[in-house]
């Protein structure tokens, strides 16, 4: 399954994880390229959000590796991880609603390896104009889709090399995703970041996918290049 790119920043072979005593990933194995968007489809239950905890070290891996760069990091904590150089946006976001926005931003630098450093809010506002006009705003009284993008915004303040996201289009408005899906293309082409993106959107994920690959029962059963593969096998795979 894992294929021979140049220069992979990350590899995943034959991962098994569980929660409690139930199985999620069953030799899950993929390979991403460096300043790339990896996508991982698959209908609901099959394990992409474990893939991407897992990864993250938020859940143990049972039996498998993953290796960042050079780096096998399978056993890692997941504070180290993030000092690494990768960048994780959970599901449903979870920024923190009392907090400013500007203070969401500034735990994003707890994951920046130099201690010293500060948000790059020139470089943020460029990328999310409506976080410079909300500032001051608690992250609780933004929209779906603000928040959506504070989350986004909180993860690049730490410099991730890899940015790990999980559904950023989840319950936001068609233009407010249209836009997050700009920016990432953005930052794969001016900063080289390479993605993780789980999502169920197939218009999304056309938007700024370069490769696929398809989830079912924790394994992947299929993957390919995104010019390679037709909406109909996109559908095919996350159809219920």
Known sequence: MIHAFSAPVLVVDNLVAAYDQSIILRGTSLAMQKGAVTTVMGRNGVGKTTLLKTIMGLLPVQEGTVTFGNEDITF?????KAKSGIAYVPQGREIIPKLTVYENLQLGLTAHKDK?????????????????DFRKRAG?????????????ARALVSNPTLLLLDEPTE?????????IGCILQQLV???????LLVEQKIDF?????????????????????????????LEKHISV
Do not use: C, W
């Open 116 to 132: 010293n450093a500060k948000v790059p809010e020139e470089e943020i506002y460029h990328l999310f104009p409506i976080l410079k």
């Open 76 to 80: 890692m904590p997941s504070h180290k």
């Open 140 to 152: 609780g009284n933004l929209s779906g889709g603000q928040q959506q993008q504070l989350a986004i």
């Open 189 to 195: 082409k001016e900063k080289a970041i390479s993605v």
């Open 205 to 233: 994920a056309n938007q700024v996918s370069d490769h696929y690959y398809f989830m079912d029962r924790g394994k992947m059963v299929m993957d390919g290049a995104a010019e390679e593969l037709k909406h109909t096998a």
């Open 171 to 179: 319950g936001i408005q068609p233009s407010i995703a249209q836009e």
